[in-house]
């Protein structure tokens, strides 16, 4: 069983930038991926990035060169690196784990930009 801890969501006005960190709660391999997910309110959820354990990473179109996904130490933490945020981007930020072929999320994050 895998547990995901999200943190880093807020308010902030267009233009500018969060983190947003999610850790994995396992002792043993680190997750083969993690990514980031979003939601914004009466839409699907929908991909932001993902990081392979190795360090490949693949992004959403609408994120290239604004967003950077990362892992940190042991590889059981996930960055998301968010700049120049439009309101657009407003949505709940989800977390999520691939361990042992199976799918782990976390409850999610608000991040809100405003106009």
């Known amino acids: 069983q895998v547990q995901l801890a999200e943190s880093g969501g807020h308010l902030v006005p267009a233009g500018g930038s969060l983190r947003l960190s999610c850790a994995a709660s396992?002792?043993?391999?680190?997750?083969?991926?993690m990514g980031w997910y979003r939601q914004a309110p009466g839409k699907q959820r929908e991909l932001v990035a993902t990081?392979?354990?190795?360090?490949?990473?693949n992004y959403a179109d609408f994120v290239k060169g604004r967003f950077t996904i990362s892992r940190g130490v042991a590889e059981r933490t996930v960055y998301l690196q968010m700049a120049s945020l439009q309101p657009e981007d407003t949505a709940v930020y989800y977390c999520?784990?691939?361990?042992?072929?199976?799918?782990?999320w976390g409850q999610g994050t608000q991040v809100t930009v405003s106009s």
């Open positions: 999520k784990a691939v361990w042992g072929g199976q799918d782990y």
């Open positions: 396992i002792s043993v391999l680190a997750p083969a991926t």
């Open positions: 990081i392979q354990r190795i360090g490949s990473a």
